[in-house]
Structures are given as structure tokens and as C-alpha cells.
């Protein structure tokens, strides 16, 4: 294997790392090494560890709650908004979460904006209380070496009805159209692996955006089942992460995401 293009010396393990990244792969793992290759090397390769961000800890907290509201509904015990406001805040403190930079008030004014998206999530009963979950917060994989691939991993969320329903947390309304494109990979990497472990075809996807507005509101963007073509672009990009690890081809791809990215800082260094 080639080294990597990258000026920033080897650690011991770097080479184990490199083959493991090479044997499973997750959307969220696969979306980062398209969008920026030195990104998914520092963050993946290096392991440079940076502090949490506070939208991250936001969506993490939001994401505790709904988890354990779906999971209190797998076992037909739904939660009370006490219960889910005690999950929050637990969530909120838990150190092993990771400690957050804050500025002086941001904390508060966070935490407030975050249940309050929980709570409108709640109140508008996007998905029935009553209604039993297909699955919730499954860990799956599918092996795809028949395709030359690695195994591809995941985590979904929700399954409803035969629906693969995904959160996400964000600061402005989702463009429906844009929304749809930019998360083709991980809404195409559910369907495979929905796919490969209940041998059917997905009744359709939900992306459930809670939006931390002033007053916080909830966008549901339904998609239909992945496509035949989005199935072969999902296989090409897998086939491209391969390759680009096999070749050690972590070069930076600078454009707007830059703005959000935490390894800035080592990125000017790299020659
Ligand atoms: S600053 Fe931009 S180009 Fe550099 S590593 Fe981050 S995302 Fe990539």
C-alpha cells in the first residue's frame, strides 16, 4: 500500500486502522471520505480527537430522548413527557458524552432550545405513541464481498411500517429536493441494509428534520424505495472509498464545508 499523502508522521496502528477501514464501511464513514478525503484521514486514520461541538451535543441529547421514547414503545410502555424530559437531561450531563467548549450563557439557552425540539417532536405525534415499532435502534450490516465490497454497517434508527425513518437535528428548514441528493448515500446504504436482513423491499424512507428554530418545528421529507440507480451510484462510491484507501489518496478537497470542519488548523499544514 501506497503511503498516504499526507506530510503528518505514521502512529503506531495506523496500518491496522487502514485494513480495518478497508473491511467495514458505514454511510456516515463513506459520506466524510467523498466530501473531504483528509477529513476522514484525520478523523479516521490519525483518530485526532477534538472537542464536541455544541449543535453535536444538541442533536446527541435530542437523539438519547428519542431513542428511549421509541424503545418505551417497543415494549408497548409508552413514555410520559416527564420520563422523556429526565432522558434529556441525564443525556445533556452525561460526561461520557464528552465535554463541550462552551461560551458563557450558551449552555443554558442550548439545553432549552434542545427539549423544546424534543417537546414539538413530541406534541405534533409524528409517529403514534400506540403504534409498535417494526425495529428501533438496530445495529446491522451486510456483507457485500460477492460485489468486491466492504461490509457495509449501520444503525437504524427507527422502522415503521415497513418505513426506515431517520432524525436529524439542523439550524435552517431542509430544502426538499437539496435534502433528498445529499443524503442519497445514507438513505440508499439503509435500504441495502434493510434489504439484506429482512429479505424485502423497503415500503419507502422518512427523514425526520427537527429544525432548532425560535419557534422549533418538525419537516418530514418522505422518499419513495432506493432505486435500481441509486443501488449501482451507492455500489461506485463504495468501490471509489476502497480504492482511494488501498492507494492512501488522502488529499484535502477545500470548498464551503470547510467552514464547519474542527482540523482547519492541521489541513493549512498538509503538503
Ligand atoms: S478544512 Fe476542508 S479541505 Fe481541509 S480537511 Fe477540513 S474539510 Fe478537508
Request: charged share 25%; net charge neutral; with cysteine.
Amino acid at each position: 500500500m501506497s503511503p498516504p499523502a499526507c506530510s503528518i508522521p505514521k502512529e503506531p496502528g495506523e496500518k491496522d486502522r487502514l485494513d480495518d477501514l478497508q473491511r467495514t464501511v458505514s454511510a456516515s464513514r463513506l459520506g466524510l471520505f467523498l466530501q473531504c478525503r483528509l477529513k476522514f484521514y484525520f478523523r479516521h486514520v490519525l483518530r485526532l480527537k477534538k472537542p464536541k461541538t455544541p449543535s453535536l451535543h444538541v442533536g446527541s441529547s435530542v437523539h438519547a430522548v428519542l431513542k428511549a421514547w421509541n424503545k418505551a414503545r417497543w415494549v408497548e410502555q409508552p413514555l410520559t413527557l416527564k420520563q422523556a424530559h429526565d432522558v434529556f437531561f441525564d443525556a445533556w450531563a452525561d460526561p461520557a458524552e464528552g465535554s463541550v467548549p462552551w461560551e458563557p450563557g450558551e449552555e443554558e439557552c442550548e439545553k432549552t432550545t434542545g427539549w423544546r425540539l424534543v417537546e414539538t417532536y413530541l406534541r405534533e405525534s409524528h409517529v403514534p405513541a400506540e403504534e409498535k415499532p417494526d425495529a428501533v435502534e438496530v445495529p446491522i450490516e451486510a456483507d457485500l464481498h460477492q460485489h468486491g465490497l466492504p461490509k457495509l454497517i449501520g444503525v437504524l434508527d427507527l422502522v415503521q411500517q415497513q418505513q426506515i425513518i431517520d432524525y436529524k437535528t439542523c439550524a435552517t428548514t431542509p430544502h426538499a429536493e437539496k435534502i433528498v441528493h445529499a443524503t442519497e448515500i445514507q438513505t440508499s446504504a439503509y435500504a441495502l441494509l434493510y434489504r439484506h436482513n429482512t429479505g424485502q423491499q423497503e415500503k419507502g424512507m422518512q427523514l425526520h428534520h427537527l429544525v432548532k428554530l425560535k419557534n422549533p418545528k418538525v419537516v418530514l421529507t418522505p422518499l419513495p424505495p432506493m432505486s435500481p440507480q441509486q443501488e449501482t451510484r451507492l455500489y461506485r462510491q463504495m468501490e471509489a472509498y476502497l480504492n482511494g484507501l488501498q492507494h492512501g489518496q488522502f488529499v484535502p478537497s477545500p470548498g464551503m464545508h470547510c467552514a464547519s470542519c474542527e482540523f482547519f488548523p492541521e489541513c493549512r499544514h498538509w503538503h
